[in-house]
């Protein structure tokens, strides 16, 4: 298909590389022109010099960005996606942004998609490798179209429901997160204070109902005090925000969550702002 990526980050890169590879025709577009450069010295395809550029003559349009204002940067205005975009052509939105700005513009028959970083392959990783979990929200008739073309980088694809579905479900995805890193942090703390062989610990109760992708794959690193990897502290926090804001609007109770939060704004205030978030540990310390 004709498509374009907007948005070259750490996720929109590789993306955008894997629906190169797999015979896509793909215009991109970056706020710092020299990264859609790259991407094309490395991928072929062509940069464009605005996003409406980018999503002319276009059959999918993908954006990847920072946040709610980047994205209605990038989608709204005469330079933005919408206004080159032809009708009937489909946005799929990958920013981690609220749910609220995911139904804006609905009726453009956009499809929304949030992506979870889970199955052993997160975040970047799973971008690089095209093997990103991805749940979604719009219609039927839009996902049907989308889906093929989405499977040049994921291993997991679900339409959970209407648009801004995806956006929640990402949220209800990093609040089970923040309670199970905190606990973990909890525990192994615990077990150091307690003059337990913490290795001896985790390969008792990682047989048990306490086991978890987090401790089977952070709980190591942990102990190390290694966290210059990883999902970064300021992603966690704009995260956790998010999903803060829409329990406010929606009565759902999120105390865990909003402890967790302000733990991980101590740890920015310690200058952690890039660690990875299980880098909680080291306020138990």
Known sequence: MRAAF???????????????????????YNRTAAKADAWVTKFAGRAAATPAEAARDAEIVFTCVGNDDDLRAVVL???????????????VDHTTASAEIARVGRSSR???????????????????????????GGD???????????????????????TGAGQLTKMVNQICLAGLTQALAEALNFADRAGLDAEKVLATISKGAAQSWMMDNRAQTMLADAFDFGFAVDWMRKDLGMAVDEARRNGAGLPVTALVDQFLAEIQRRGGNRWDYTSLIKLLR
């Open 6 to 28: 907007i948005g070259l980050g750490v996720m929109g890169f590789p993306m955008a590389g894997h629906l190169q590879r797999e015979g896509h025709q793909v215009a991109v």
């Open 110 to 136: 956009r499809a929304s998609a949030g992506l979870p970083r889970r199955a052993g392959l997160r975040g970047q990783a799973g971008a690089e490798n095209g093997q990103l979990a991805i749940m979604v």
């Open 140 to 162: 039927d008739e839009t996902f049907a179209r989308a889906e093929p073309v989405m499977w040049s980088y994921a291993k997991a694809i679900t339409l959970v429901g209407p």
């Open 77 to 91: 205005g005469e330079a933005g996606a919408f206004a080159g975009m032809a009708k009937g052509a489909i946005l």
